[in-house]
């Protein structure tokens, strides 16, 4: 799959939910592996910041990122829909503080994306695949993420609030073509009881009933509800019971649990790729979602590639025999025994390493250790595959390696290991030249990396 950006640019005006400015955000289409990033352009030197989990500053109702003296607020409802509508770069340009609110809902910008519509590039997504568990947990409000391997992104969410209005809610998304019609138009929530204590706090100044749903659960006075409305410049409502209190209806009995799973979309886009998992969560909530975000980010930063994925089981797009009819090794130098996933730009393969390779007859008999100069070879076999694909009637030509940097080692491999090699063009082919870098692991470890040239020729 490649990644995407905008088709063309567009933009949306409101006020902010917490500042009540008027605000504008523009987003523009971005080249390959921008990922998503925040630009002032109204500071001084309109500085960019990476929306990555790292950089939030604060999650109080609402997810800020920042660089220096330079924030935006309240980037989860927009972040939900880029990211659930499968954009990978994007640089959004916004006039102040914050993203404007809009309707409270990520609909608005769901709308807006289908309009202008998205554009394929040329670099190939980068997943984070899902291989355990992963699970983070607040103390503080009881609130659980767990993170499970799954082929596909998708979202369960339990809400739990002492209220006798909103107790308990259930909500889910199987599949990211849920996200447009059941998930986007899921609006923000306030009970009345928090609104003059975050007024107080200098926060939802922008608030109103047309961008959020108000929720009366505890009893007061009306002429204490009208000098909280007086309070976010609304206007006074009779309210003779409990329940939801704004005119537009919900958009679904569990609207608030679906809005609670949109926030999570968007704090989750923030490790910056495309999760392949299911994320359980129970009252789930910016604090938690960053936490989970910040653990997943700590794992990309440890190593630069995943570990490819590996299922034994499947049907394999090169077997042995292929493989042969491609390169010309035979034993005991053929070093790729299948290879299962390839593209235009990499491409993966297996080699089972067992106690009868010859090589352990020298290397060593005490402590068999499959020499290092082989694992380089092997990868170099699985790049001249890789080459060879740029061409029709590839049995015809060879590949010769020409050069080998930057060789590291770090882990032994021994009978028994399972070798999965990753090999990536590093530059587009030129005149039959083709630079590579490529990565031996075996389970999540890496235990050799190298690049490499190699030039592709036909045979006489």
């Not at 899902?130 to 799954?150: F, I, N, Q, R, Y």
């Not at 042969?324 to 053929?334: A, D, E, K, V």
Request: glycine share 6%.
């Amino acid at each position: 799959m490649k990644q995407v950006t905008l088709n063309q640019s567009f933009s949306v005006q409101g006020k902010g939910l917490h500042t009540g400015a008027r605000l504008q955000a523009t987003f523009c289409p971005a080249p390959e592996n921008h990922g998503y990033k925040f630009q002032r352009i109204d500071i001084e030197g309109e500085p960019v910041i990476d929306a990555l989990a790292e950089n939030v500053v604060s999650t109080v109702r609402g997810t800020v990122v920042g660089k220096g003296a330079a924030t935006v607020s309240t980037i989860e409802h927009a972040m939900a829909a880029l990211y659930a509508s499968g954009i990978d770069n994007c640089l959004i340009k916004v006039d102040g503080p914050e993203i404007p609110i809009l309707d409270g809902s990520a609909a608005p910008f769901v709308e807006k994306i289908l309009e202008c519509g998205t554009v394929e590039q040329d670099a190939d997504k980068d997943f984070y695949y899902v291989k355990h568990k992963v699970e983070v947990v607040d103390p503080a409000t009881g609130s659980k993420l767990m993170l499970l391997p799954d082929d596909q992104f998708s979202v369960d969410v339990k809400i739990d609030f002492d209220s006798p209005v909103l107790s308990n809610q259930y909500a889910t998304m199987d599949t990211v073509a849920d996200f447009p019609s059941e998930i986007a138009p899921a609006r923000t929530f306030v009970f009345v009881r928090e609104v003059e204590p975050l007024i107080t706090a200098g926060l939802i100044k922008g608030g109103d009933l047309d961008n959020a749903i108000v929720i009366y659960d505890s009893p007061m006075e009306q002429a204490e509800m009208d000098r909280i409305a007086d309070m976010m410049n609304v206007p006074t409502r009779n309210v003779a019971e409990f329940g939801f209190i704004n005119a537009k209806p919900l958009s679904s009995p569990n609207e608030p649990a679906r809005h609670k799973l949109l926030d999570l979309v968007g704090d989750i886009a923030l490790i910056g790729r495309p999760l392949k998992g299911r994320i359980i969560a129970t009252r789930p909530g910016h604090t938690v979602n960053v936490q989970l975000g910040k653990a997943l980010r700590a794992d990309i930063k440890r190593q630069e590639v995943q570990a490819p994925v590996y299922d034994p089981n499947a049907a394999p797009l090169l077997d042995n025999n292929q493989i042969r009819s491609l390169l010309p090794h035979r034993y005991p130098f053929l070093l790729v025994d299948k290879i299962i996933d390839k593209s235009e730009s990499y491409i993966v393969g297996i080699k089972n390493v067992t106690t009868n390779e010859p090589f352990f007859t020298g290397h060593f008999p005490q402590e068999p250790v499959m020499p290092g100069v082989l694992l380089v070879e092997a990868m170099a076999q699985t790049g001249g595959l890789l080459v060879l694909s740029t061409v029709e009637d590839a049995e015809r030509y060879s590949t010769y390696f020409m050069k080998i940097d930057n060789v590291k080692f770090r882990q032994k491999v021994v009978p028994g290991d399972t070798l999965i090699f990753h090999v990536s063009f590093m530059t587009p082919m030129r005149r039959g030249m083709a630079v590579m870098k490529g990565r031996a692991f075996v389970g999540e470890k890496v235990v050799c990396e190298c690049e490499f040239m190699a030039q592709i020729i036909k045979n006489k």
